[in-house]
């Protein structure tokens, strides 16, 4: 697959024509590869970082005990490019997260929450479910309701769970990625012939 402005270069040398035609074709180039340094460098980086974070999402939901697999529903994941990526993060092209509660929505999050409740029918408090999962894997402090009832206090059942399932996934985000990566480089490099 040539790139625009490489088919000029080549006319220009085999005709043994003016250095002005190879320029014409050099600067076709140089935009070409101007291109897929900035703009298509972002869109690369922020297609395979995504699919990384999303095969992480996917182990961390497959990490989470049978019973608790309302949880599962609340773990997600976010991916960021742009202005907000690098702000934030060093000049970055692309950042991304996954863990409980990431990228869903709060409605989505007291939806889910509030469906486990009621599937609990009488038994007491709310449960571990998609919206408190947390309270598992760190710990809560000692609780108490509006009108100051103790409610008590869980420890951390679950520490490092997000640095573990990384472990866990590490070669499944690598294939991830590498996939997304060339599959991006091919679609940019065809934009940037045309």
Excluded: C
């Excluded at 000029?8 to 600067?27: F, M, P, R, T």
């Amino acid at each position: 697959m040539a790139i625009r402005g490489a088919s000029k270069i080549g006319k220009a040398h085999a005709q043994g024509q003016s250095d002005a035609l190879v320029l014409d074709g050099e600067k076709a180039l140089m935009r070409a590869l101007k291109y897929l340094e900035e703009k298509a460098s972002k869109n690369i980086a922020f297609k395979g970082t995504r699919k990384q974070v999303q095969a992480l999402a996917k182990q961390m939901k497959q990490d989470i005990p049978s019973r608790f697999k309302n949880a599962r529903k609340g773990i997600g994941w976010r991916a960021t490019k742009g202005r907000a990526a690098s702000k934030r993060n060093n000049k970055r092209a692309a950042v991304a997260k996954a863990g409980v509660k990431v990228g869903i929505k709060k409605a989505r999050i007291k939806s889910l929450g509030e469906q486990h409740k009621a599937s609990r029918g009488d038994a007491p408090g709310v449960g571990i479910g998609a919206a408190n999962f947390q309270w598992w894997i760190r710990r809560t402090r000692s609780r108490r309701t509006n009108a100051g009832k103790y409610t008590g206090q869980m420890g951390g059942y679950m520490p490092g769970f997000a640095g573990k399932s990384a472990k866990r996934a590490a070669g499944k985000m690598h294939i991830a990625g590498l996939r997304e990566y060339r599959k991006q480089l091919l679609i940019e490099a065809k934009k940037a012939n045309k």
